[in-house]
């Protein structure tokens, strides 16, 4: 089990032998300030939410085994998205506004920052190439002068091989 630590919330994460993880719940409700049972029974009515959730046997905290209602960490977002802002405690409202932006800042860096990091990758490569180029007309250059400077050495070594002396060159 891991412990993923957002905001002041320690949060277990279990990770299966399919290396699936899962994400308890109750921890994340008690750092939100929403009421678990409520919250429980809001998943087992949500039509995508009451086929992903599950009761695994967690020991959290140090304390004994007991069973914990988990969420796969993929629908951790969906369901937090899920919870009505407008319908939780008022004290329960700036932390689960926190965790609801949290959730938009992680779809988007999903979404986006894949893109991101594209366009940066396409830049960087667009510049080495430019570079690379540029170092080829150069080389290009360097071939031709290269190849102009062979000439007249061996221009230089045949008539220096010419056995008849020359007396104009």
């Not at 998943?43 to 304390?63: F, I, S, W």
């Not at 960490?73 to 802002?85: A, D, E, M």
């Amino acid at each position: 089990m891991e412990i993923v630590k957002f905001q002041d919330a320690k949060i277990p994460c279990i990770v299966q032998e399919d290396k699936k993880i899962y994400v308890v719940i109750k921890p994340i409700c008690d750092a939100i300030g929403v009421n678990h049972e409520s919250t429980i029974r809001s998943l087992k009515n949500h039509p995508v939410l009451r086929a992903e959730h599950t009761v695994l046997c967690v020991q959290v905290d140090g304390k004994q085994r007991r069973e914990y209602t988990v969420l796969p960490i993929q629908f951790i977002s969906g369901w937090l998205f899920s919870i009505n802002i407008n319908k939780v405690k008022q004290d329960a409202k700036p932390k689960l506004f926190v965790y609801q932006r949290k959730c938009f800042d992680v779809l988007n860096d999903h979404f986006f920052g894949n893109l991101r990091r594209q366009l940066e990758w396409n830049e960087q490569e667009i510049l080495l190439l430019n570079e690379m180029n540029e170092l080829n007309e150069k080389k290009n250059e360097f071939n031709n002068i290269l190849r102009d400077k062979k000439r007249v050495l061996d221009k230089l070594r045949q008539n220096r091989l010419i056995k008849q002396p020359m007396l104009f060159p």
